[in-house]
């Protein structure tokens, strides 16, 4: 069964500082990976998605890689704003089933 | 932009008593899916909906839990009856069609309390 595992579960940093969440997954046929944000008490928002024949992905001051064959993500954000304080949670679509498998998350704080 | 919609955004209800969510997709998705996220956890896939017909149920507790979506647009979630442990954020997401490749687009969510 696929396992995903998101550390540190809690993160908290200043203002401006680049940061970098890590995920992990057990099992390395996925069909891709996913990094979501979801602000408190609200629904999901796609951040990036990465293929398995990829490597990584980029949107703005955020970046993603993935290392298939170890089984790691990781999501940096750069000059991190008090705007990105939110829960990121990571996802794969394992294959076979087409469901995608979530982590629990990394509450992330950003304080001015 | 096109946004999922979910009602109600907060529900409270007793133990033994019957709750229903509704969801309405971004039009045109023909894929539908509900997912359970009890607090701190990521979301479960309870079941998924490819136009009017169930593709996915298997975590879905049937002896409680019951979904539909008739015509294929939007979408109903019964729990009867509820219990303490349904306590959670029940979300909707959909997608254009049923590729792996396709972004699922989530809804705000409805939060559910049992006490």
């Known amino acids: 069964k696929q396992e995903v595992t998101q550390i540190p579960a809690a993160l908290s940093v200043p203002e401006g500082e680049n940061l970098v969440l890590n995920c992990s997954f057990t099992d390395s046929a996925i069909y891709n990976l996913q990094w979501f944000r979801q602000d408190p008490g609200k629904g999901l928002t796609s951040l990036l998605l990465i293929q398995s024949s990829q490597r990584e992905q980029t949107s703005g001051r955020l970046n993603a890689s993935l290392d298939k064959s170890s089984g790691r993500s990781t999501l940096y954000i750069a000059a991190s704003q008090p705007g990105d304080s939110a829960t990121y949670l990571c996802a794969v679509i394992q294959g076979g089933s087409e469901k995608l498998v979530f982590g629990k998350g990394t509450k992330l704080t950003v304080n001015p | 932009e096109a946004e999922v919609a979910q009602s109600p955004r907060y529900k409270i209800t007793e133990k033994s008593q019957a709750v229903a969510f509704w969801c309405d997709p971004i039009?045109?998705?023909?894929?539908l899916y509900w997912y359970r996220q009890i607090l701190g956890q990521g979301p479960e896939l309870l079941v998924q909906?490819?136009?009017?017909?169930?593709?996915?149920d298997s975590q879905l507790p049937k002896d409680r839990f019951s979904a539909e979506r008739l015509k294929g647009v939007d979408s109903t979630l019964k729990i009867q009856p509820a219990e303490l442990g349904d306590s959670a954020m029940y979300l909707c997401?959909?997608?254009?069609?049923?590729?792996?490749?396709?972004?699922?687009?989530f809804g705000p969510g409805t939060r559910l309390t049992v006490l």
């Open positions: 039009s045109g998705h023909a894929t």
């Open positions: 997401a959909s997608s254009l069609g049923d590729r792996i490749t396709d972004t699922q687009y």
């Open positions: 909906f490819q136009d009017e017909s169930v593709v996915d």
